[in-house]
């Protein structure tokens, strides 16, 4: 299917085609070389993005265009995956259920191939609203062990056959930390509990089945203080939300059945501050910690946060092309990459000006990302803030020069992945700078 997709990008078919509006130009004439042609064999088994953060923007979008986040939104998502050469997805789960809401949506993804997972807290193929749903009492394993474990239980019932990475441990319930008086032992015995549940619900050994854990926030305390699960379990080791790598394994160190993995974020919703609303990603900065990542050998599984989907078209793209293959892109290869992105979307005559304008504006947001914005963010004395202020509304006019040159078909795909984010950043820094001056002035 990836060969099959790899052409079809050659003849001009976006990857974003559909969800970005980018237009498909017509060939005259389609050649083939003669030989041999590979893709070669993916570097990271699994690639894959986790769609988080999702209320209002993909939820009310999906409400309205499908009913909802369903199976008929599904089908687009998975072909984005393969079109990627991804092939791995945490669904959606604020306030939805993949395998409860719609049950064509599971018997789905295992028709595209792809591998279905859940979030670093809710274990065993259960979404936390099915546990809103159907779960009784506590979601506390020292007072409710029986529920829990006929509640997961369920999960690998429904699971079946289909391919799935099964997510060990807990954590509390609504991603939060487990109690206080929640100890290594008893993080050991949920664990040991879980792996039994697929042992007998799978009818074979429990190293079976591909299982991960995942050290986030809290739960790396506890790998630090000694806590330890089975060889063949994945450890997927996490960002700090912010992007940057908490923990990668040790060079040297004795390979594990399981390997590594890493969980990364372009969106984060928590403390002490949320950013979801546009890319703040630069390419650089994406490569230079994914890069850490394959030279410290965390390369069993691979998958961001890539919040609403929507504003992250370029960094998901690279993500997921560097998972593939990582030599492919040097480091002073991502502004050649984001050109050959460019011309893809929009046509080699305007590629170095688009991928300019893409590699500033994530460079800009990535300074400050808008939601911790404010008016005392730069100094108004030094004209920090005028300068700041003056490189925005420098790259919008380029922006808006460049819409009136584009032909029409292009005009979409422009205003969604280029235009509006520009303008939208543009604007939010001149109102902070025109409140900064106001106060200053009522001084």
Known sequence: IYGIYDLSQQMGVSPWY?????????????????????????????????????????????????????????????????????????????????????????????EYGIVMGTSHHEPMDRAQQEWKRYGTGAWNYQTNAKVLQDFWRQGIRNMGTKETLVTVGMRGDGDEPMSEGSNIALLEKIVADQRQILTEETHKPADQTPQLWALYKEVQDYYDRGMRVPDDVTLLLCDDNWGNLRKLPKLGEKPRRGGYGIYYHFDYVGGPRNYKWLNTNPLPRIWEQMHLAHAYGANQIWIVNVGDLKPMELPISFFLDYAWNPAAIAADQ?????????????????????????????????RRKPELLDADTYSLATGEWATVVDEYNQLLARAEALNQQLPAEYRDAYFELVLHPVLACANLNELYYTVAQNREAAK
């Open 18 to 110: 559909w969800w970005a509006d980018v237009p498909t130009k017509p060939q005259k004439a389609l050649y083939v070389s003669v030989g041999r042609h590979t893709l070669g064999e993916p570097q990271v088994k699994y690639r894959g993005i986790f769609l988080n953060d999702e209320a209002p923007a993909l939820s009310g979008w999906a409400k309205e265009k499908f009913g909802g986040i369903n199976s008929k939104m599904y089908e687009h998502v998975f072909e984005l995956i393969l079109r990627l050469k991804g092939n791995y997805l945490w669904p959606a789960m604020w306030g939805n259920a993949f395998n409860d809401d719609d049950k064509l949506s599971p018997v789905l993804a295992d």
């Open 334 to 366: 991502v502004a050649a990459y984001t050109q050959q992105w460019a011309a893809q979307q929009f046509g080699l005559k305007y590629a170095v000006d688009i991928a300019d304008m893409l590699a500033k504006y994530a460079k800009y947001n990535a």
